[in-house]
T-cell receptor
Framework: KQEVTQIPAALSVPEGENLVLNCSFTDSAIYNLQWFRQDPGKGLTSLLLIQSSQREQTSGRLNASLDKSSGRSTLYIAASQPGDSATYLC???????????????FGKGTHLIIQP | GAVVSQHPSRVICKSGTSVKIECRSLDFQATTMFWYRQFPKQSLMLMATSNEGSKATYEQGVEKDKFLINHASLTLSTLTVTSAHPEDSSFYICSFDGGSRYEQFFGPGTRLTVL
């Protein structure tokens, strides 16, 4: 059974700092990995999706990397801003012979606070 | 990204009543969609997977007779929590499969509180 772990569980840093959020998964047979943002009491906003054949994806100040063989991904946030404060979730889609959508396995998230 | 709506956003009901949650994709069609729930300070957990026109596949530990899923069309799915109890209080969120990359697009979620 796939398990996804995110470290740290919580992080508080001053505005402007660069930071790294970590995600690890136990079964390397994944189809893709997604990073989401969740604001309190809200749904999910997709940030980045990395296919299993890719090593990284970038969007603005965000960069996500994937090392499938070691079961790890990192989300790098550059020049953090108070508006980045949220819970960041990592989720993996299981690999499937012949393709086909399948449910995601989520980590518990990293609760990020950016201090003004 | 694709837009998914979910209604209601918040519902409070008495124990024993049934609650229907609607999930709709506004600008795309998808054969496959998913329902998740999230208890406080926990991660999202997959409840069920449904394909349009087929019966839903439920994850272990999720009662299919309690959580009724109707995937009526490529843009609409409903989750009915039957005879809700306080332990069903949770955040329910749906997602649609986005297609070729199997990227999932999530609704804003429904906060269910059962008194």
């Amino acid at each position: 059974k796939q398990e996804v772990t995110q470290i740290p569980a919580a992080l508080s840093v001053p505005e402007g700092e660069n930071l790294v959020l970590n995600c690890s998964f136990t079964d390397s047979a994944i189809y893709n990995l997604q990073w989401f943002r969740q604001d309190p009491g809200k749904g999910l906003t997709s940030l980045l999706l990395i296919q299993s054949s890719q090593r990284e994806q970038t969007s603005g100040r965000l960069n996500a990397s994937l090392d499938k063989s070691s079961g790890r991904s990192t989300l790098y946030i550059a020049a953090s801003q108070p508006g980045d404060s949220a819970t960041y979730l990592c989720a993996v889609s299981p690999g499937k012979v012949g393709g086909g959508a399948d449910g995601l396995t989520f980590g518990k998230g990293t609760h990020l606070i950016i201090q003004p | 990204g694709a837009v998914v709506s979910q209604h209601p956003s918040r519902v409070i009901c008495k124990s024993g009543t049934s609650v229907k949650i609607e999930c709709r994709s506004l600008d795309f069609q998808a054969t496959t969609m998913f329902w998740y729930r999230q208890f406080p300070k926990q991660s999202l957990m997959l409840m069920a997977t449904s394909n349009e026109g087929s019966k839903a596949t439920y994850e272990q530990g999720v009662e299919k007779d309690k959580f009724l899923i109707n995937h009526a069309s490529l843009t609409l799915s409903t989750l009915t929590v039957t005879s809700a109890h306080p332990e069903d209080s949770s955040f329910y969120i749906c997602s649609f499969d986005g297609g070729s990359r199997y990227e999932q697009f999530f609704g804003p979620g429904t906060r269910l509180t059962v008194l």
